[in-house]
Nanobody, 121 residues
Framework: QVHLVESGGGLVQPGGSLRLSCAASGSIFSINAMGWYRQAPGKQRELVAVITSGGSTNYADSVKGRFTVSRDNAKNTVYLQMNSLKPEDTAVYYC???????????????WGQGTQVTVSS
């Protein structure tokens, strides 16, 4: 079993910054892509940013230039640095990881429990 534990959410004023972290633990042979999704009330979950094991990144257009995703492969941890936050960034942010437990099984997706980010004055 694999567990993803997120931290770093909270309340911040518009224009402020937050840094989210997500650590994967458990039965891990390798991790391919890791990333962040978010879901606002009444909306579908959407991709925010993703990073491959090689460091390639992809971002939603709405966060380009403001958010930065990074990872520490030695710690099985992914980060999301969020700057210039806007009220529309308010959502529950979920960590996602494509994890292979061992060479005998295919990689599968795992999700964190979610962390609330609220941008409000």
């Amino acid at each position: 079993q694999v567990h993803l534990v997120e931290s770093g959410g909270g309340l911040v004023q518009p224009g402020g910054s937050l840094r989210l972290s997500c650590a994967a633990s458990g039965s891990i042979f390798s991790i391919n892509a890791m990333g962040w999704y978010r879901q606002a009330p009444g909306k579908q979950r959407e991709l925010v940013a993703v990073i491959t094991s090689g460091g390639s990144t992809n971002y939603a257009d709405s966060v380009k230039g403001r958010f930065t995703v990074s990872r520490d492969n030695a710690k099985n941890t992914v980060y999301l640095q969020m700057n210039s936050l806007k009220p529309e960034d308010t959502a529950v942010y979920y960590c996602n990881a494509d994890v292979r437990a061992n060479l005998l099984v295919r990689p599968r997706d795992y999700w964190g429990q979610g962390t609330q980010v609220t941008v409000s004055s």
